[in-house]
């Protein structure tokens, strides 16, 4: 992501929520609070598994998937959540992989985007999701705040990014329950896994935190695995020729 990525998403984002209509409020989908499951489930490192066919950084990943059948492997496998990317432009994503998919799955669905509006939150709640993206570097704090009570307010979960200590402090003023801590930098595009293992030593007792990007193997899981709830990973998982063998390698047994 160079150095004008994130605004240029932003922009895009911005033409298509000024495209969108507010939909009518459907239902929400049953299933369990994905920070309840955190919080009980504390003796393993839990996985959040990504379907996501392209990123900005790495190109195309797995164009060919079957999303409905990898997301179905990654909740047979124990997966905690899934991850689904609807950014179509810069992700290859859809608004109907997630519909398709939490259609099918039993377990919590992320809407994975650029949230900057309250149309795309109503959207993902209708499309399944029950947690939804909400990323601290693409908000001023005020509307932040905003967003996350509304999502909340409609009986959402919401995963607050942030990708060094003045963003997570933005996400504990706010609030958040489940915090994301992305190992990506947004200027660069790098990863670095010591982002999440320099943020931790500012972690609070009643969220939970998940560790985001840079995570492909055992090794890295065991260096994440004493100071977060989670881990969310895509592109390993995208790559595995065996999802169930993978994700028993990176849930770590904390116990």
Same mark, same amino acid.
């Given at each position: ?28 989908? =049953? ?21 996501k ?10 164009l ?5 059948? =990898? ?11 899934? #991850?689904?990317?609807?950014? =179509? ?10 519909? =398709? ?19 795309q ?19 001023? @704090? ?7 009570d ?39 595009? @790098? ?8 943020l #931790? ?9 998940? #560790? ?44």
């Amino acid at each position: 992501m160079s150095k004008e990525f994130l605004p240029t998403i932003l922009e895009q984002k911005e033409r298509e929520v000024a495209a969108l209509d507010m939909e009518d409020l459907q239902p929400l989908r =049953q299933t369990y609070r994905l920070y309840d499951f955190l919080k009980s489930n504390q003796d393993k490192l839990q996985i959040v598994a990504e379907v996501k066919k392209a990123s900005p950084s790495l190109g195309d990943i797995n164009l060919d998937v079957d999303i409905v059948a =990898q997301a179905k492997a990654y909740e047979n496998a124990g997966a905690a959540m899934i #991850s689904v990317l609807t950014d =179509q432009v810069f992700f290859k994503g859809d608004i109907d992989y997630l519909r =398709q998919i939490s259609s099918t799955v039993a377990i919590p669905t992320l809407a994975k985007d650029f949230i900057i509006d309250e149309k795309q939150i109503v959207r993902s709640r209708n499309a399944g999701a029950t947690v939804i993206l909400l990323i601290v570097a693409a908000l001023p @704090e005020e509307r932040l705040k905003e967003l996350y009570d509304f999502a909340t307010g409609l009986g959402l979960e919401v995963l607050v990014e942030t990708h060094n200590l003045p963003e997570l402090e933005v996400a504990h003023r706010i609030g958040a329950e489940i915090i994301g801590v992305n190992n990506r930098n947004l200027v660069t595009f @790098e990863t670095d896994i010591n982002t999440s293992l320099e943020l #931790s030593v500012h972690f609070k007792d009643r969220p939970v935190y998940i #560790s985001e990007s840079a995570i492909f193997t055992g090794q890295d899981a065991a260096l994440i695995a004493p100071y977060f709830n989670g881990i969310l990973v895509g592109t390993a998982l995208m790559k595995a020729d065996n999802v169930s063998d993978k994700i028993k390698e990176l849930a770590i047994d904390k116990g």
